[in-house]
T-cell receptor
Framework: AQSVAQPEDQVNVAEGNPLTVKCTYS??????LFWYVQYPNRGLQFLLKYITGDNLVKGSYGFEAEFNKSQTSFHLKKPSALVSDSALYFC??????????????FGKGTRLSVIA | DGGITQSPKYLFRKEGQNVTLSCEQN?????MYWYRQDPGQGLRLIYYSQIVNDFQKGDIAEGYSVSREKKESFPLTVTSAQKNPTAFYLC??????????????FGPGTRLTVL
């Protein structure tokens, strides 16, 4: 069975500081990994995904994520946080053996607060 | 929120009533999904459909029903059997093509409140 863990319910960071939102996964075989962001009372917006190849993936709004196979992690990062980055962030996984129209498995989310 | 629309944005239901949440997509996607979101619990899968006229139960299907008569539409009915239906409901879709690394696209959500 596939699963995703986001160990922090809440992350607080000062504006201008680097931010990290943690994600670890469990899947049979190799994973496809995704990050989404959700603003209040809105749907989820896709940020980035890891398919294969380069372990550092760059996405929207200056976000990037680092895939680490040995640690089964896919942490989301940004070099300099903005107040507008404050939102709920979700990590998701799908096994590479699964079809493209099978559901993603999501973590419980991490609320990021960027303080001015 | 892409080419997925959900209606209504807010919905109020009296106990014992069935209500239907609408989800429509114009992305020509084969697969559609319904998730329920509760504070602190993330997204939980209710039902999904990989192709027209077919659907599968997710992790929390009890008290819900769906249909997939058209590729563009995947309505969700919350029945009176669902004991705690107050939540934020999200619809999503994805294409079958291009491989299993396809991301899902989400609608803006419907907030259901039971009075």
């Amino acid at each position: 069975a596939q699963s995703v863990a986001q160990p922090e319910d809440q992350v607080n960071v000062a504006e201008g500081n680097p931010l990290t939102v943690k994600c670890t996964y469990s899947v049979s075989g190799n994973p496809y990994l995704f990050w989404y962001v959700q603003y209040p009372n809105r749907g989820l917006q896709f940020l980035l995904k890891y398919i294969t190849g380069d372990n550092l993936v760059k996405g929207s709004y200056g976000f990037e994520a680092e895939f680490n196979k040995s640690q089964t992690s896919f942490h989301l990062k940004k070099p300099s946080a903005l107040v507008s980055d404050s939102a709920l962030y979700f990590c998701a996984v799908r096994a590479q053996g699964a079809a493209g129209n099978t559901p993603l498995v999501f973590g419980k989310g991490t609320r990021l607060s960027v303080i001015a | 929120d892409g080419g997925i629309t959900q209606s209504p944005k807010y919905l109020f239901r009296k106990e014992g009533q069935n209500v239907t949440l609408s989800c429509e997509q114009n992305l020509n996607h084969d697969a559609m999904y319904w998730y329920r979101q509760d504070p602190g619990q993330g997204l939980r899968l209710i039902y999904y459909s990989q192709i027209v006229n077919d659907f599968q139960k997710g992790d929390i299907a009890e008290g819900y029903s769906v249909s997939r008569e058209k590729k563009e539409s995947f309505p969700l009915t919350v029945t009176s059997a669902q004991k705690n239906p107050t939540a934020f409901y999200l619809c999503a879709s994805s294409t079958r093509g291009r491989g299993p690394y396809n991301e899902q696209f989400f609608g803006p959500g419907t907030r259901l409140t039971v009075l």
